[in-house]
């Protein structure tokens, strides 16, 4: 089954399929909507737009404007794969034998430039988020009810944890062209490699909405040192996330600094807890900055990391 060339109606956009040249429109849904109701598009031709996130272990969509989970997984249509990496048994292949088919639906695939460009920007680097407008066939998953009469939709990515979107085209994609962004998707970690250290998150992960407001509190206030000065920035989050003094806190040094990204640590001393704060100023908000050129720092990992007994310990390395 080929993907005919797409037909661009008034009215809509229509994607053509099949030797029987059955056509679709797309429905158009904001993908918060689209994560709050799941089951009123499963099977069905969608249009969305939101930030795409590519990693180890990722490749979904998201919109700061709605909390990240439940997430939509993404998935390439046709005879292309993403070489995602994820649990279980997926490999980094880049293609399939056949056309993609999901819960007996085929989904083809439109490889044009847009998709090109799409395709580049996720690989390269491979840890990065790319602002995009897709159609593709939705498939809710599952429904899952908890005790506590919570509802999750789950069956593909990552150990089945997400509803899944198979991309079908790629309609807009924006470029990554500027050098004081920060476009990786995820935050850097604390690398502990003694038995028995331990790391404790100090911000939850992938806070976009918190960071949405640190943007909008800057451009509020027309705050300078939060463009301008990482070093306060980090200090003052350090302070209130780990309640040490100033004079202590002061104390951060940088350890790495990239395009976009700076990582200040704080070592209490021998054996202590050591403290490390990622500032970036993340592609994303560029698109709620009251000023497209002035994007804000803001934390997105903040962690206090100690081999000490009796460590509050949520992650060991």
């Given at each position: 089954?080929?993907?005919?060339?797409?037909?661009?109606?008034?009215?809509?956009?229509?994607?053509?399929?099949?030797?029987?040249?059955?056509?679709?429109?797309?429905?158009?849904?904001?993908?918060?909507?689209?994560?709050?109701?799941?089951?009123?598009?499963?099977?069905?031709?969608?249009?969305?737009?939101?930030?795409?996130?590519?990693?180890?272990?990722?490749?979904?969509?998201?919109?700061?404007?709605?909390?990240?989970?439940?997430?939509?997984?993404l998935e390439y249509g046709g005879t292309k794969k993403s070489g995602t990496m994820y649990c279980c048994g997926v490999s980094a292949d880049r293609s399939r034998p056949k056309?993609?088919?999901?819960?007996?639906?085929?989904?083809?695939?439109?490889?044009?430039?847009?998709?090109?460009?799409?395709?580049?920007?996720?690989?390269?680097?491979?840890?990065?988020?790319?602002?995009?407008?897709?159609?593709?066939?939705?498939?809710?998953?599952?429904?899952?009810?908890?005790?506590?009469?919570?509802?999750?939709?789950?069956?593909?990515?990552?150990?089945?944890?997400?509803?899944?979107?198979?991309?079908?085209?790629?309609?807009?994609?924006?470029?990554?062209?500027?050098?004081?962004?920060?476009?990786?998707?995820?935050?850097?970690?604390?690398?502990?490699?003694?038995?028995?250290?331990?790391?404790q998150d100090l911000v939850p992960p992938w806070p976009y909405s918190d960071w949405v407001k640190a943007q909008q509190t800057a451009d509020l206030q027309a705050s300078e040192?939060?463009?301008?000065?990482?070093?306060?920035?980090?200090?003052?989050?350090?302070?209130?996330?780990?309640?040490?003094?100033?004079?202590?806190?002061?104390?951060?040094?940088?350890?790495?600094?990239?395009?976009?990204?700076?990582?200040?640590?704080?070592?209490?001393?021998?054996?202590?807890?050591?403290?490390?704060?990622?500032?970036?100023?993340?592609?994303?908000?560029?698109?709620?900055?009251?000023?497209?050129?002035?994007?804000?720092?803001?934390?997105?990992?903040?962690?206090?990391?100690?081999c000490e007994k009796g460590n509050s310990v949520s992650r060991i390395k």
């Amino acid at each position: 089954m080929r993907c005919l060339r797409p037909i661009v109606v008034i009215g809509g956009l229509l994607v053509c399929f099949s030797a029987t040249l059955r056509c679709d429109e797309p429905v158009r849904v904001a993908l918060c909507n689209l994560k709050a109701n799941p089951a009123e598009y499963n099977h069905k031709l969608i249009q969305v737009t939101g930030f795409a996130s590519h990693g180890f272990e990722d490749f979904g969509l998201f919109d700061p404007s709605c909390p990240s989970w439940p997430y939509v997984w993404l998935e390439y249509g046709g005879t292309k794969k993403s070489g995602t990496m994820y649990c279980c048994g997926v490999s980094a292949d880049r293609s399939r034998p056949k056309e993609l088919a999901v819960e007996g639906i085929e989904v083809p695939l439109t490889t044009d430039e847009h998709f090109d460009a799409f395709d580049a920007l996720i690989h390269n680097p491979p840890d990065t988020v790319v602002r995009t407008t897709l159609v593709g066939r939705f498939f809710a998953g599952k429904e899952i009810r908890f005790r506590n009469g919570e509802v999750e939709w789950r069956g593909y990515g990552h150990m089945g944890c997400c509803s899944l979107l198979a991309i079908q085209q790629v309609i807009s994609v924006d470029p990554h062209d500027r050098k004081d962004l920060d476009y990786r998707s995820s935050p850097d970690q604390p690398n502990l490699e003694e038995v028995g250290c331990g790391v404790q998150d100090l911000v939850p992960p992938w806070p976009y909405s918190d960071w949405v407001k640190a943007q909008q509190t800057a451009d509020l206030q027309a705050s300078e040192f939060a463009f301008d000065n990482p070093r306060q920035v980090a200090t003052a989050a350090l302070i209130q996330l780990s309640k040490l003094d100033e004079s202590t806190a002061t104390r951060l040094k940088e350890k790495q600094h990239s395009q976009g990204r700076v990582i200040y640590e704080l070592k209490k001393g021998e054996g202590k807890a050591t403290y490390m704060i990622v500032l970036s100023k993340p592609y994303l908000l560029s698109f709620y900055a009251k000023d497209p050129k002035k994007v804000a720092w803001v934390v997105i990992g903040a962690y206090k990391s100690s081999c000490e007994k009796g460590n509050s310990v949520s992650r060991i390395k």
